[in-house]
């Protein structure tokens, strides 16, 4: 998992902006991943991209959106329609075989000013 | 969609006892389940995984069993050590054609006590 990275580390959102969190990973995976972390609810799945310039809605993806232009990368923007946007961001990625293991990047905590 | 209930919220044990975690799920098609710990403030990290094609499978301290009858899976840690504790997540996933997101437990903290 060392192969993927997230940034910044901490990342502050003022009322009413969009923000945009970072995911790259050099594992020649396929399938990425954007899941959120809250305390005592384990992580929720926003979006995921099972191919380049193909993504699909997770459990919980209103307030949010993605891009895939390329393999590597799968930015997430935390949009103004979030209203409780306070997390902990998880990206991961895996091969697109079934069954595949998930390596998750370091993480992004996103706080609101 | 699949749904994952992990039991105990909290778990605290004596250094050298056995610790044992366990999970539901609600979605008979799911076919992978690991296994996650994850420190304070980190990534979590992968342990140990099965897949529904195998009723058991051990790695050091470590195993994990899975009963798809019953649609429940454990996470056994024997001889448990300090380094041990963390929080530790279940998860369940379909994966019939493509890699989908994986559906979590709500986790347990596992404390080992000296």
């Known amino acids: 998992d060392g192969g993927i990275t997230q940034s910044p580390k901490y990342l502050f959102r003022k009322e009413g902006q969009n923000v945009t969190l970072s995911c790259e990973q050099n594992l020649n995976h396929d399938a990425m991943y954007w899941y959120r972390q809250d305390p005592g609810q384990g992580l929720r799945l926003i979006y995921y991209?099972?191919?380049?310039?193909?993504?699909q809605k997770g459990d919980i993806a209103e307030g949010y959106s993605v891009s895939r232009e390329k393999k590597e990368s799968f930015p997430l923007t935390v949009t103004s329609a979030q209203k409780n946007p306070t997390a902990f961001y998880l990206c991961?990625?895996?091969?697109?075989?079934?069954?595949?293991?998930?390596?998750f990047g370091p993480g992004t905590r996103l706080l609101v000013l | 969609g699949e749904n994952v209930e992990q039991h105990p919220s909290t778990l605290s044990v004596q250094e050298g006892d056995s610790a044992v975690i366990k999970c539901t799920y609600s979605d008979s098609a799911s076919n992978y389940f690991p296994w996650y710990k994850q420190e304070l403030g980190k990534r979590p990290q992968l342990i140990i995984d099965?897949?529904?094609?195998?009723g058991e499978k051990k790695d050091q301290r470590i195993a994990v069993t899975l009963n798809k009858t019953a649609k429940h899976f454990s996470l056994h840690i024997t001889e448990t050590q300090p380094e041990d504790s963390a929080v530790y997540f279940c998860?369940?996933?379909?994966?019939?054609?493509?890699?989908?997101?994986?559906?979590f437990g709500k986790g347990t903290h596992l404390i080992i006590q000296p």
């Open positions: 099965i897949r529904s094609n195998v």
């Open positions: 998860a369940g996933m379909y994966s019939g054609g493509g890699a989908d997101g994986l559906t």
């Open positions: 991961a990625s895996s091969k697109q075989t079934d069954q595949e293991t998930q390596y």
């Open positions: 991209s099972q191919i380049v310039n193909d993504f």
